[in-house]
């Protein structure tokens, strides 16, 4: 199951257990139980959801996240598409990738996507991600979603194989 806390990989528990020791080394704080950078307000530190979690509860001007694993050298890619979210009560603010390698790209090395959100007004909104891989997108790239989102054509090979939908997951978010 993937999740805004766990990652499939082995790269993935390194970039975590390398993010800890940096906190650790620059938390040396206040001695007061705020981070060493200020306050907890929800624009600098959104809540992170798990990806399964498709109903939501925000409150205006609360951020949250949603991050999933991707990994371009195998065609995996992740896109907010329609329904997208209803602007006055949800906005997106965009998508931020973070590679397993770090600074330096690696051949065949995945990352982690995540997708920012802030709750705006009062309601409820609805609001997709799909999820494609090479076996269930065709004519995609990391910044363009499929032309169609149905399944890509099977090999030619003369034998029938089944196509496989790529994976949608829909969101329900209510503000409060």
């Not at 997108?137 to 089944?162: F, H, K, L, V, Y």
Request: glycine share 12%; aromatic share 6%; proline share 8%.
């Amino acid at each position: 199951m993937r999740t805004a806390s766990i990652f499939r990989g082995s790269r993935g528990g390194a970039a975590i257990a390398a993010a800890a020791l940096l906190a650790l080394a620059t938390g040396c704080d206040s001695g007061t139980d705020e981070p060493a950078g200020g306050s907890t307000s929800t624009a600098s530190h959104p809540t992170s959801h798990p990806v399964k979690d498709t109903s939501i509860t925000a409150e205006p001007g609360e951020r949250f996240t949603l991050t999933v694993d991707q990994n371009a050298s195998t065609r995996e890619y992740w896109y907010l598409v329609d329904p997208k979210p209803d602007s006055s009560v949800l906005v997106s603010h965009g998508q931020d990738y973070a590679s397993d390698s770090g600074d330096e790209p690696e051949p065949g090395a995945g990352g982690r996507l995540t997708f920012t959100f802030e709750a705006k007004g009062k309601g409820t909104t609805r609001f997709t991600l799909l999820h494609c891989t090479f076996t269930t997108c065709q004519g995609n790239t990391s910044t363009r979603p499929p032309r169609t989102t149905g399944p890509s054509a099977g090999p030619t090979t003369g034998e029938a194989t089944p196509s496989q939908e790529p994976e949608r997951i829909t969101y329900t978010v209510t503000v409060g």
